[in-house]
């Protein structure tokens, strides 16, 4: 079975700065997609970016990108110019190919990102 | 575009009575389809998905169930609720493709059960 550590339970970072958010994962897959997913106060959960791990570049969406180490098993998300509407919980998640395992996905127990003026 | 609708946004059910929630797809076709549960502060635990019309598969041994009726339409109940079933009730649906891997969220339910 797969699983997902996030290790940093919170993090705070001033506006317009960078913070970095961390993930490992353990898997015996070659085919799979991680993603980290973002849920603000309202608890509505939004797909953030995500990496093919076939992909040897990082995926990039404007202000975030992530740092894809597949032989370390490690996902971490880089957020450029913090914004006080990134204040939010962060999940880091895995999905194995979903014609092998229907789409199915585990998720770490996520990172409490605070954004400070 | 594809939406999701999930209803109702909160509920409290007194214990041993039933529970319906349901999700509903717009836009796409065949999708499939999860309901996931997440406890206070913590990360999503896998209850049930669905690939098809009227096939469900269930991840944890509880006292819910699932259905899917139709293609687009996804529902979560119980005959007779616990305390232990309280908590935020998510629905998604995921693409099949390579561009569209992932999760689309519902907006959640936050069930209390007392």
């Known amino acids: 079975a797969q699983t997902v550590t996030q290790s940093q339970p919170e993090m705070s970072v001033q506006e317009a700065e960078t913070v970095t958010l961390s993930c490992t994962y353990d898997?015996?897959?070659?085919?799979?997609?991680l993603f980290w997913y973002k849920q603000p106060p309202s608890r509505q959960m939004i797909l953030v970016i995500r990496q093919e791990a076939y992909k040897q570049q990082n995926a990039t969406e404007n202000r975030f990108s992530v740092n894809f180490q597949k032989a370390a098993k490690s996902f971490s998300l880089k957020i450029s110019d913090s914004q006080l509407g990134d204040t939010a919980m962060y999940f880091c998640?895995?999905?194995?190919?979903?014609?092998?395992?229907?789409?199915?996905?585990?998720f770490g127990d996520g990172t409490t990102l605070t954004v400070k003026p | 575009s594809q939406t999701i609708h999930q209803w109702p946004a909160t509920l409290v059910q007194p214990v041993g009575s039933p529970l319906s929630l349901e999700c509903t797809v717009e836009g796409t076709s065949n999708p499939n389809l999860y309901w996931y549960r997440q406890a206070a502060g913590r990360g999503l635990q896998l209850l049930f998905y669905s690939v098809g019309i009227g096939q469900i598969s269930s991840e944890v041994p509880q006292n819910l169930s699932a259905s899917r009726p139709q293609d687009r339409q996804f529902i979560l109940s119980s005959k007779k609720l616990l305390l232990s079933d309280s908590g935020f009730y998510l629905c998604?649906?995921?693409?099949?493709?390579?561009?569209?891997?992932?999760?689309?969220f519902g907006s959640g339910t936050r069930l209390t059960v007392v």
């Open positions: 998640a895995f999905m194995k190919h979903v014609y092998t395992n229907a789409g199915k996905s585990t």
């Open positions: 898997t015996s897959e070659s085919n799979y997609y």
């Open positions: 998604a649906w995921s693409g099949v493709t390579d561009n569209n891997y992932g999760y689309t």
